[in-house]
């Protein structure tokens, strides 16, 4: 059998399960795939698929045992012979020439059993035939590796998806309260006439504004909580959220994803879609095979045993004929003329061989450029979570001094608000960047075929608990 590329496996599968049913509620990221594992609605269609498939294998085995068959019937049946002309001897008796006999069973009883068994000893169709169930078996195999993870990566991507919708209202509502607070104090300021009214007119805008992006994060929240809790089965009370942790593990893990050659031969080697549409062009190569003329003499042993009754009564007074028959041997067959049948199949056949062979030029492709963006979304991606990161640091410390600037008199109202909203905008966009940095790992580990519980394991040590 192939070596079929690394990823969650059956039995990981079965522990994973097993463990969660131990658990009482999904605490991170690794437990919420535990019992997405189990629930997931898309993942047991992949994997009742892969089950249905693993029968091919005994199928193909079955193909080069012999097949014994059994037919019998009994019912009425008449029967009426006459020869004129035949030669007739016996000992004691002589010779007699020109002699006629008739015999004849009107509606007489019929009875008639067999045994046939047949074992192929030369069938090329028959080899091809079996090639491709034991190929497909084995595209079903990567498929199911595939689905695995898939649904571990969609199961990070939503649970992440959900950690950052958290962190957005979080943000927003820490946002709105410090200009719920400019905006009582612009109204008292401007009450002892120290400010004029269009900063209280500015504060109140941005606040409904505020109000309103709360609203549409929350329900963002709501989608994307019940997205997951729908996928892993779990209550979404029982969904504790985390966010890659800033202590630089991520970066650090990202700056030594290595040159960008050796990603993209472990793809074309290792990645699931390129294996199977590697099998599926070795499938239509034998489905060619099916219908060449190499292909289409056979050799069988056969073996066969029967007998035939006929009695009841006829023309000439009771009658009752039987025969008795056995025989083994070897039998060939060799198709001479077909119509054109066979020749136009094998054209059909090589012209899909050809397209097999083209789609997997395009698969190659294709997930060299995928493994190239999730390369260079690692490789810019922990640079740019530095930069991020600056910037976050740099806005508090603008808010912190705008905020001092406008208890002198230096600074406006509006001033403020514009630094509280780039500073919640540079917190959202940090913890952006470390999502897709965690994720772009994952993904670039799911397309070199290597994506498995320790890749999850080691993604889920760098969460940490969102500030509540």
């Known amino acids: 059998m192939r070596k079929l590329p690394r990823g969650p496996t059956p039995l990981t599968i079965a522990l994973a399960t097993a463990l969660f049913a131990q658990t009482a509620a999904a605490a991170d990221l690794l437990e919420v795939w535990r019992a997405a594992a189990q629930n997931d609605k898309t993942y047991a ?11 091919r294998r005994d199928q193909a085995a079955a193909l080069w045992r012999p097949r014994v068959g059994l037919t019998a019937s009994v019912g009425m049946a008449t029967s009426e012979t006459d020869a004129q002309g035949a030669q007739f001897s016996a000992p004691g008796l002589g010779q007699s020439n020109g002699v006629a006999f008739s015999t004849s069973v009107t509606n007489g009883t019929s009875g008639r059993w ?8 030369y069938n090329p169709e028959r080899r091809a035939q079996q090639q491709q169930l034991n190929l497909s078996a084995d595209v ?15 199961t990070a991507e939503r649970y992440l998806d959900l950690a950052l919708a958290e962190e957005a209202v979080r943000v927003l509502k820490r946002q709105q309260d410090a200009v719920q607070r400019a905006a009582t104090e612009a109204q008292d300021r401007f009450k002892l006439g120290s400010i004029p009214v269009t900063d209280t007119h500015e504060a109140r805008a941005r606040l409904a504004s505020l109000r309103a992006q709360v609203l549409a994060a929350e329900t963002d929240l709501q989608l994307k909580r019940n997205l997951l809790a729908d996928s892993t089965g779990l209550p979404p009370s029982d969904l504790v959220t985390q966010l890659p942790a800033g202590s630089g593990r991520t970066v650090a893990s990202a700056s030594t994803v290595g040159p960008l050659d050796p990603w993209l031969s472990q793809a074309q080697s290792g990645n699931p879609a390129i294996r199977s549409q590697l099998l599926a062009v070795e499938l239509a190569t034998q489905e060619a095979g099916k219908f060449s003329r190499r292909a ?13 009754r006929l009695s009841g009564s006829g023309d000439f007074g009771s009658a009752s004929n039987s025969g008795t028959n056995r025989m083994i041997g070897i039998q060939l067959s060799v198709p001479l003329f077909t119509g054109g049948y066979r020749g136009a199949k094998e054209a059909e056949a090589l012209r899909l061989a050809d397209k097999a062979a083209a789609e997997l030029e395009r698969t190659r492709q294709q997930v060299a450029q995928q493994v190239r963006a999730a390369w260079l979304g690692l490789s810019v991606g922990a640079e740019r979570v530095r930069s991020l990161d600056e910037a976050l640091v740099a806005s508090l410390a603008r808010a912190d001094a705008t905020q001092t600037g406008r208890d002198v008199g230096q600074r406006t109202t509006l001033d403020l608000l514009n630094a509280e909203n780039d500073a919640a905008a540079a917190r959202l966009s940090l913890a952006q960047g470390r999502v897709a940095l965690l994720l772009d790992r994952l993904r670039l580990a799911a397309l070199v075929g290597q994506l498995d519980e320790a890749a999850l394991r080691t993604a889920n040590g760098e969460l940490a608990p969102l500030q509540r």
């Open 296 to 308: 289409s003499a056979t050799v069988d042993l056969v073996a066969q045993a029967g007998r035939d």
């Open 45 to 55: 269609v992949d994997s009742a698929a892969h089950a249905a498939a693993q029968p």
């Open 114 to 121: 067999a045994v046939a068994a047949a074992m192929p000893l």
């Open 140 to 154: 079903a195999e990567l498929e199911w590796q595939a689905a695995a993870q898939t649904l571990m990566l969609r």
